[in-house]
């Protein structure tokens, strides 16, 4: 049993299983606190009324065991008398050890006809207070099952305009990066300064490798290095241990992503555009925008993404030779008060484009990596290829 507090998101209260630990051991049961503990109390009852129960069924049993038509002597007698009334297991130690001891030497085999009764009272009274104790136990501990109503992808409907689309997209996105950079603040600290919300994901943090000569994700025309980019592959994510995405093995995957940045050469892609008459416009030329219209001249198998680093209004007090940030201009500014002038160092151009390209990759872990794998494809088309390595519906639905 699982109990639950305060959460920001939606937690399923019920029954469920938790695959961590397989079908038996990860049966769970997860209620608001105030159920939980009022279970826990009922528990502790419970076991305070079977552990007297069971008492007394021994006892009877002993009690007909022992009955004879025989004359018998005393001490046969006053045991029958302790099983017909049967107190309790720990009173009931006390009783038969101060007979064991009244009648040590006295009658014949005391020894052999108490002892299997004293071994019992204390066995069940020891584990009566076992069973008590640790009837708390049973909220074994605080992993719960988040509902996830609101996950997957924000989709446009049949009928909506792009603007209600957009009114509803951008606000979502919006909250999602908020939410993302304050996660970054308070848990990418060591661990002395992680606060209690750090702990939502199943991994506080995701590894990948970073490769800084990585070779240029378009034609080497179109990059500033042929070999001098960035690389940032994720590796081989598990939906189960990494994602938290709770789910029996045959339904599980892994997910790799491989983004590949790099600077764009700018000689021959830029133009002087007239806005206004005060100041001079660049206009940077790659391509028509895949938002407006559907027009392309090559497919590639991945995703590609532009960035523009915006260089008006950004100083450095040193040089930097920088791919990207390019601030190799030496300018002379003057301070608000206008009194002195300071050395600074502008960049070359109006902006610094970036190139982006991502590759994603699924894989069945319950087939080999040959045959349970696809290939590095971009986001339209690697769902419809991963699809085809299940053949469960629900491991297709968890896909979709």
């Not at 006390?94 to 007979?99: A, D, I, K, Y």
């Not at 260089?311 to 608000?336: C, H, K, M």
């Not at 080999?368 to 519906?393: F, K, N």
Request: aromatic share 12%.
């Amino acid at each position: 049993m699982a109990s639950m507090t305060s959460h920001a998101y939606p937690v399923y209260t019920g029954t469920w299983t938790n695959w961590s630990r397989g079908s038996v051991l990860g049966a769970r049961l997860t209620l608001t606190d105030d159920n939980a503990n009022l279970l826990i109390a009922f528990f502790a009852f419970y076991i305070t009324l079977v552990t007297s129960r069971l008492w007394a069924i021994a006892c009877f049993v002993f009690h007909r065991s022992y009955s004879s038509p025989n004359p018998q002597d005393t001490l046969h007698h006053q045991r029958q008398v302790f099983l017909r009334t049967n107190p309790e297991p720990a009173s009931g130690f006390l009783s038969l050890f101060e007979l064991l001891f009244a009648w040590r030497g006295k009658a014949r085999r005391v020894y052999r006809r108490l002892l299997p009764l004293i071994t019992l009272a204390v066995l069940l009274a020891v584990g009566f207070a076992f069973a008590t104790g640790y009837s708390s136990r049973v909220a074994v501990d605080h992993e719960v099952l988040l509902i996830g109503s609101g996950c997957g992808i924000v989709e446009s409907q049949v009928g909506r305009s792009i603007e209600e689309f957009d009114s509803v997209l951008y606000p979502s996105v919006a909250s999602e990066v908020e939410t993302a950079a304050n996660y970054a603040q308070q848990c990418y600290q060591p661990s002395s300064f992680a606060t209690l919300s750090c702990d939502t994901l199943v991994q506080t943090s995701l590894n990948s490798t970073v490769d800084l000569n990585a070779p240029c994700p378009f034609d080497n025309s179109l990059c500033r290095h042929k070999d001098a980019n960035i690389e940032l592959d994720t590796g081989f994510l598990d939906s189960h241990e990494d994602f938290g995405i709770n789910a029996p093995s045959s339904e599980r995957f892994k997910y790799r992503k491989v983004v590949q940045c790099a600077p764009l050469a700018t000689d021959g892609y830029t133009s002087k555009v007239n806005i206004s008459d005060d100041r001079p416009y660049t206009g940077y030329h790659y391509g028509n925008s895949t938002v407006r219209d559907f027009n392309y001249t090559y497919g590639y198998s991945n995703d590609k993404v532009w960035e523009q680093y915006r260089a008006n209004g950004i100083i450095f007090v040193e040089s930097s030779p920088d791919s990207w940030y390019q601030a190799t201009v030496l300018v002379n500014a003057t301070s608000r008060a206008g009194t002195e002038t300071v050395p600074v160092y502008i960049q070359a151009e109006a902006a610094s484009p970036l190139g982006c390209t991502e590759q994603h990759q699924i894989c069945n872990p319950n087939l080999s990596q040959e045959q349970g794998c696809t290939p590095l494809r971009g986001t339209l088309d690697i769902i419809d290829i991963a699809l085809a390595l299940y053949e469960d519906e629900s491991a297709q639905t968890r896909l979709e």
